[in-house]
């Protein structure tokens, strides 16, 4: 079946370390990819998007993500954690469906951050 | 821009009620998608909007329902509902279908 896989449902860092969240995608086709960051009762917040062209992407605050096409992998990085860092991440993945018709999104179970002082 | 906005942005319905949730989207967006978050089953798309039209929907029994208005404001509507549709339901946003989706803050309803 198509799917999101994000293997890490929580991580823990120490601010200041660096970080890795990652995210598989079984999609035969190199799909859109998104990762958003969800902090305790709000909403999804857009890190970054990857639709085509550079596989290296930069998002904000001072997130960054690779797309590896041959891992089927789009994980994200940040080289020092903040403690507001400190929320649920999300890998989402964009892309027409079986019918060729409709788009949809679909995320994975997200990754929970707990950042030690 | 304002972003997308929610309302109510909590609520508390008991078993059998029906319940009316309210999503604006960004100025220009015409595209509008909803979904539903609980811990077990994480996000789960409900159905998407484009230009009054429903577009495309999640695999959600018929007790949801939905609706996109002229100026592309979209309702979601779940009739008779039940203990296990106590949840986060988020809306979000995005120029067409393909584009990419800008999320409210979303409405906690709990179920009692």
């Known amino acids: 079946a198509q799917s999101v896989t994000q293997p890490d449902i929580h991580i823990t860092v120490s601010e200041g370390a660096s970080l890795e969240l990652r995210c598989n995608y079984s999609?035969?086709?190199?799909?859109?990819l998104f990762w958003y960051v969800q902090s305790p009762g709000q909403g999804l917040q857009l890190l970054l998007k990857?639709?085509?062209?550079?596989?290296l992407v930069q998002g904000i605050k001072g997130f960054e993500a690779e797309f590896k096409r041959s891992q089927s992998s789009f994980n994200l990085r940040k080289p020092s954690v903040h403690w507001s860092d400190a929320a649920e991440y999300f890998c989402a993945v964009g892309r027409i469906d079986s019918g060729g018709s409709n788009y949809k999104l679909t995320f994975g179970k997200g990754t929970l951050l707990t950042v030690n002082p | 821009k304002a972003g997308v906005t929610q309302t109510p942005r909590y609520l508390i319905k008991t078993r059998g009620q029906q319940v009316t949730l309210s999503c604006s989207p960004i100025s220009g967006h015409r595209s509008v998608s909803w979904y539903q978050q609980t811990p077990g089953q994480g996000l789960q798309f409900l159905f998407e909007y484009f230009s009054e039209t429903q577009r495309n929907k999640g695999n959600f029994p018929g007790r949801f329902s939905g609706r996109q208005f002229s100026n592309s404001r979209s309702e979601m509507n779940v009739s008779t509902l039940e203990l296990g549709d106590s949840a986060l339901y988020l809306c979000?946003?995005?120029?067409?279908?393909?584009?990419?989706?800008?999320f409210g803050p979303g409405t906690r309803l709990l179920v009692l």
């Open positions: 990857y639709f085509s062209g550079d596989t």
């Open positions: 999609y035969g086709a190199t799909p859109y």
């Open positions: 979000a946003s995005s120029l067409a279908s393909e584009e990419t989706q800008y």
